[in-house]
């Protein structure tokens, strides 16, 4: 979240997500907190990979639950399971769409979004000049298209039930089901 514009590409990722949450809710890749204002705190568990991270979701949002990666295979019974711009550093979606969908009550889903690989060259550029965040994704082969995204998805037993582009088309939102 370090670019001019990171805050507001967020933002966007955080209303484009924001009507399918329901039920409990698990923020995967939670960062600093980005769903705890539309999440009750009975209702909410982030989980994140960043120690500092989590440190400052802590402080900034000391009623909601944040727990370490690690902490992952402990937790379950969720109704949606949200990866915003996270599955670009993940190298095996379907082991983890697979992980995820343990974890899902039935019914539940999960909620992803990611940039399109061909948003790369566009991130880079604007990530030099400080207008994107300074973490880009270090190959664009783990970006992918609906198609990886649908394949992913069989691969885990799952299947993508809604599809979509924004953010100028640059991004994707995939919604996923049993």
Do not use: W
Not at 37 to 46: E, N, R, Y
């Amino acid at each position: 979240m370090n670019g001019l514009f990171s805050p507001m590409l967020a933002a966007m990722r955080k209303r484009a997500v924001a009507p399918l949450l329901q039920g409990r809710v698990l923020d995967f890749g939670c960062g600093i907190g980005r769903l705890c204002d539309l999440v009750a705190p009975d209702a909410f568990v982030g989980v994140d990979a960043d120690s500092k991270v989590l440190a400052v979701a802590h402080r900034e949002h000391p009623r909601h639950v944040f727990q370490n990666l690690d902490r992952l295979p402990q937790l379950g019974g969720f109704d949606t399971i949200v990866a915003m711009a996270v599955i670009g550093y993940v190298d095996d979606l379907p082991n983890l769409l697979s992980g995820l969908s343990a974890k899902l009550n039935p019914g539940g889903k999960i909620i992803m979004t990611s940039p399109v690989p061909e948003a790369i060259l566009l991130h880079k550029f604007g990530a030099r000049l400080g207008l994107f965040g300074s973490d880009v994704y270090e190959t664009v082969s783990r970006l992918p298209r609906r198609s990886g995204i649908e394949a992913a998805a069989k691969a885990a037993g799952l299947r993508v039930t809604s599809f979509g582009r924004f953010m100028f088309g640059l991004n994707q939102l995939a919604v996923i089901a049993r």
